[in-house]
């Protein structure tokens, strides 16, 4: 899928298109890479001598790829394709360093209303960089089910 | 009569969880639904009974918390739940999201 192709799937933009390539995607599950080459601008401060991708930015990665999956779900319907991180739940068994091709993959386990559940991974070559869950969540055109809607009814304290 | 092991932190035994027979009870999937509402979803010492509303009134969860619900009975019983089934009437209460777990075991078996 060319860069043309994944700007129509996501709403989002360089410096903050975190995709270069799209593998594959379906309705289901998506496998893109992020081809970093050290010269990105963040590395001047994260960490000066000492360049890691920020762990913030694999996760915003593997977002935009589990984005991926929902555009094609989404495709067609009334729904818009443009969603939020609802949720996140990651491990990051190891630090990524540049250069590197980030492999990013994301499986849709759950949709849930206005929510979508992924298993997502980031991987360079066969080592683990980040693993877990995450939610999107998608606007439906009908947002009045206040059962679809994370945080509408408000959070008991606890 | 079955006992229910309960570990020091107040979590169930997971081998009481299971199946006994290949046949899930009621009370199994109750004690679930207790522990993850206990537990996962850290409401500790709440008296969860059959109509405990979830949404609207009574715990108030929202959508995250409902879908933690679902995912945390999936693998307490390694029984994928049929989405479609999912609902407002569903899970209103803690006793109808039970039938409704109970039900769908039921039917696997």
Known sequence: ?158 | MHVRAVRPSGRIAPEDLTSIGNVTTRDQVSAAVREIICVDLKFSGMEVTDDLKLVGGGLELDSLDLLLMVTSIEKRFGHKITQRKLGRETMSTAGSFIDFVHQELSSKE
């Open chain 1, 1 to 158: 899928m060319s860069s043309r192709s994944i700007e129509a799937m996501l709403p989002h933009r360089p410096p903050f298109l975190f995709i270069t390539e799209s593998v594959s995607t379906d309705s289901d599950r998506a496998k893109a890479i992020w081809r970093i080459d050290g010269s990105e601008g963040f590395f001047a401060g994260h960490f000066p001598g000492n360049p890691i991708v920020p762990g913030v930015l694999v996760t915003e990665a593997l977002a935009q790829t589990a984005g991926l999956v929902v555009g094609c779900r989404c495709a067609g319907s009334e729904r818009s394709p443009r969603g939020f991180l609802a949720k996140v739940d990651l491990k990051f068994p190891a630090p990524a360093k540049p250069p590197c091709h980030l492999v990013l993959t994301a499986s849709c386990t759950h949709e849930f209303g206005a929510l979508y559940r992924f298993d997502v991974r980031a991987s360079i070559g066969d080592a683990t960089i980040a693993a877990g869950e995450l939610v999107l969540s998608v606007p439906a055109a009908d947002l009045s089910d206040p059962d679809v809607a994370p945080g509408r009814s408000g959070a008991t304290p606890r």
